[in-house]
């Protein structure tokens, strides 16, 4: 009778982070719906464009997921997102898919002649964690300003997942009982929207790329820095510290080839991500062995998610945003408290809470944002001020910063899952 209960305990952490990821994923449609608002995109360029950002990453991370068997989940890269965003209009929508497309071929190129490998290896950990600490910092602090906005479809959320971590077995995931009492609360006090009343293939439209050296000069070398340099390389040393043995090369290419392939549907860095990476390849997603469901279960939301591009403007007036918000500033709680001690662990002190601040600022030089930035002072500091502590993590091969957290943060009951 009680053989199954394993089993089932396990799906319940790899759903519950792919429920937490599939909020975020719906949260991030924001940035594409003020894009296309920005630039007057059509309704066939707008869905073109989601189905790129969703599908193709979903695919390939299943493709991944069935031949290595480890959680490696590729997503439509966020900050080349915001990057675009922040472009402010000053490049056509042709020009953005050119500029997309030649970072997706500088990729594949880097990853080919194996140019990256080396750049994984040389990341620190602790540095890597001070960047996801400042990463997720934001959605966590999203929790409470959401507390204020709709007290008490929020206040239900975070009451119930309080009650779960308290009082559910330590494996039960507390996110699930806190989005459904959300939920619950959300549709008695009217905080639902209605549904389409019809459902429909997408239909996206194929734009004609634009290579003016304009936009290759402004956006193309931003984008391969940020599918490179912050997303893939740290994920990689997380994925590393975790215990896993990524494929580096293979991840690359692929990133450089679902670029290419993905932007001529739209502006798409097709990548690991650092706070994903962290949600399904940490403590979070269950035992060290089936981590990889939760990527599953993550990759077949997302392609739900791209057939349904066609009514992506509707989704944040059906679920309550703050509800959204909500969900995820609790799921990341667990990877915002083992970065935390991860980054005040040690040696490295300094290099990695410099990577924390600059990661949380809006720091922007020479078109690069907070985060590339991050990663280049926390380790030029650490590599110039904490040559010692650098040398002696390097000498370690079984130091606690390169080791996966499960345990400590069990203990210290830090997951969101329980």
């Known amino acids: 009778m009680g053989q199954p ?9 790899a759903v519950a982070v792919a429920l937490s990821l599939t909020v975020i994923f719906v949260v991030v449609l924001s940035v594409p719906l003020g894009v296309a608002t920005d630039l007057g995109l059509s309704s066939a360029q707008l ?39 922040s472009l402010g209009g000053r490049l056509s929508w042709a020009e953005l898919i050119g500029a997309s497309i030649t970072a997706g071929a500088i990729v594949l190129v880097l990853g080919l002649l194996g140019l990256t490998d080396r750049l994984a290896r040389w990341l620190p950990a602790p540095v890597v964690y001070g960047v996801l600490a400042g990463a997720v910092l934001p959605f966590f602090v999203g929790l409470f300003d959401a507390l204020g906005d709709e007290r008490l479809i929020v206040g239900a959320t975070l009451a119930a997942f309080l009650l779960g971590r308290r009082f559910l077995e330590p494996r039960i995931p507390a996110v699930l009982p806190a989005l459904i009492a959300g939920l619950a609360v959300a549709a008695l006090t009217g905080g639902l929207g209605t549904p389409p009343a019809g459902l429909s293939l997408p239909v996206p439209s194929i734009t004609a790329p634009q290579f003016s050296l304009g936009a290759l000069v402004t956006a193309t070398p931003v984008m391969v820095a940020l599918i490179t340099l912050q997303a893939n390389a740290p994920s990689v040393v997380f994925l ?16 450089g080839t679902g670029t290419l392939l993905a932007s001529f549907f739209g502006p798409v860095g097709v990548s690991l991500s650092l706070p994903a990476t962290a949600l ?55 990877v915002f408290t083992t970065a935390l001690r991860q980054v005040v662990a040690g040696p490295l002190l300094l290099g990695p809470i410099i990577a924390f601040g600059v990661t949380v600022s809006d720091l922007t030089l020479f078109g690069l944002g907070p985060v590339f930035w991050a990663l280049a002072l926390g380790l030029g500091v650490s590599r110039l001020v904490e040559r010692d502590a650098w040398a002696a993590l390097e000498g370690a091969p079984d130091n606690p910063q390169s080791g996966p957290p499960d345990a400590s943060a069990r203990d210290s009951g830090a997951t969101p899952s329980g």
């Open 5 to 13: 209960i394993e089993p089932r305990r396990r799906l319940l952490s």
């Open 280 to 334: 399904s390849a940490g403590p979070d997603a269950g035992p060290h062995a089936t981590r990889h469901h939760a990527v599953v279960i993550t990759s077949c939301l997302a392609l739900v998610l791209a057939l349904l591009a066609g009514y992506a403007a509707d989704l944040e007036t059906i679920i309550a945003r703050a509800l959204l918000v909500a969900v995820i500033g609790l799921a990341v709680v667990g």
């Open 240 to 255: 590393r510290a975790q215990s896993y043995h990524p494929p580096e090369r293979t991840l690359t290419v692929i990133s």
């Open 47 to 85: 869905t073109a464009w989601i189905v790129a950002l969703y599908g193709s990453s979903a695919v390939v991370s299943l493709a991944l997921v069935w031949r290595y068997r480890q959680p490696l989940l590729m997503t439509g890269n966020m900050f080349v997102l915001i990057f675009v965003a």
